[in-house]
């Protein structure tokens, strides 16, 4: 689908949607002031409308979704029967249709899990990103835009991120949690509402913000994401994923027993790691690169952006045997990039471990470390 935003001054389109739009550093600071809003063309919508819907979804996924009032906003994971994350999607029900925003690398495969799984259930799941454009920003930002509304309740969703989620359960335990004042949301609008903020971007009238922005904000506030952050042996445990989409006391659901047993009686084999780069190369590591803890290999990087306050960071997952206190260093192909790294997940976590809270270091102290 062609963007209507490829025609703006200064825009960068490619393949995944509008990038930035000449400035991503100020592009990052008006969305954090609520004066910008982020076109979030990577993500895809999904409708599932039914009467079985809720019920439906909640015996096959990590989220309690029976009892989900209109306009509540949650989020949900599908994990294989070894408790491996394979699907994610934002969730917020109208009243008739439960909508699930999904990164759009995803859609096509959650889709068709979906469709497989109806047996005689009055469920229809259907992808409505023909239809359907996401936006997103601060609540107040997102006041700039008119969200689609089927069923008369607006569909915004507002990120639960890094509250704890009644059922779940934060590993992180670093004070102040640096995602406690990121105030984000994402609206679902029409098209033909996508097009009109084009136009009103395009006037002078609407200040917008592209992919790179969004995802830095999202990388310094620990959140994780499945496009970035989710390989093929991924636990909700390493990426304190437990915190908004896994309620531990639910009904059954593929994967759970895997979660039960590593909350209560193990600890994930991996955890999250955020790293501050050392910046003076001017040098962002590629999602993949390898992570060096000494001559060691201990894991690799999920995501990494360069933010406006914090500089060049990235967030990694790595061995939980790694030192926390270790220096490490990331691979790139103009040779080693020293790295601060800060506990995201702990080694303790899991075995129901009561985690001594850390005091999160600035930028500034992590490099003198």
Request: glycine share 8%; hydrophobic share 45%; net charge negative.
């Amino acid at each position: 689908m062609d963007s209507p935003f490829a025609t703006l001054p200064g825009a960068v389109v490619d393949e995944a949607g509008l990038q930035h739009l000449g400035s991503p550093l100020a592009e990052q600071r008006s969305l954090a002031a609520g004066s910008a809003v982020a076109v979030l063309s990577d993500r895809a919508v999904l409708a599932v409308p039914g009467e079985d819907r809720l019920s439906w979804l909640d015996s096959l996924t990590s989220q309690a979704l029976t009892g989900l009032k209109p306009g509540v906003s949650t989020e949900l994971l599908v994990l294989d029967p070894h408790g491996h994350v394979e699907h994610a999607a934002s969730v917020i029900d109208d009243g008739e249709t439960t909508w699930l925003i999904v990164d759009r690398a995803d859609a096509e495969g959650l889709l068709s899990w979906l469709r497989r799984m109806r047996f005689r259930l009055r469920v229809d799941p259907r992808d409505a990103s023909d239809e359907y454009a996401v936006v997103g920003g601060t609540r107040a930002a997102l006041a700039a835009v008119a969200p689609a509304d089927p069923a008369g309740a607006p569909l915004v969703w507002t990120d639960p991120w890094p509250d704890v989620s009644p059922g779940g359960h934060a590993y992180a335990m670093t004070s102040p949690h640096p995602g406690a004042e990121r105030d984000w949301a994402e609206a679902i609008v029409g098209r033909d509402e996508e097009r009109r903020i084009a136009e009103a971007a395009a006037r002078g009238e609407l200040a917008l913000a592209g992919l790179v922005a969004a995802d830095a904000l999202r990388v310094a506030a620990w959140r994780p994401r499945w496009s970035a952050d989710v390989d093929e042996r991924a636990l909700p445990h390493e990426l304190d994923w437990l915190r908004t989409a896994v309620h531990l006391s639910k009904g059954c659901y593929r994967g759970q027993e895997t979660v039960a047993k590593v909350h209560n009686l193990g600890h994930p084999p991996r955890r999250l790691v955020a790293l501050q780069l050392d910046g003076s190369a001017s040098v962002l590591p590629a999602r993949g690169a390898i992570v060096r803890a000494g001559d060691d290999a201990v894991g690799a990087v999920t995501s990494a952006a360069l933010h406006y306050e914090e500089g060049p960071i990235a967030l990694a997952v790595v061995r939980r045997s790694t030192p926390t206190g270790a220096t490490l260093l990331v691979e790139t192909d103009d040779g080693p990039i020293a790295a601060a790294q800060e506990v995201v997940v702990p080694p303790e976590a899991g075995a129901t471990a009561n985690v001594p809270r850390l005091t999160r270091l600035s930028r500034r102290a992590a490099a003198q470390r």
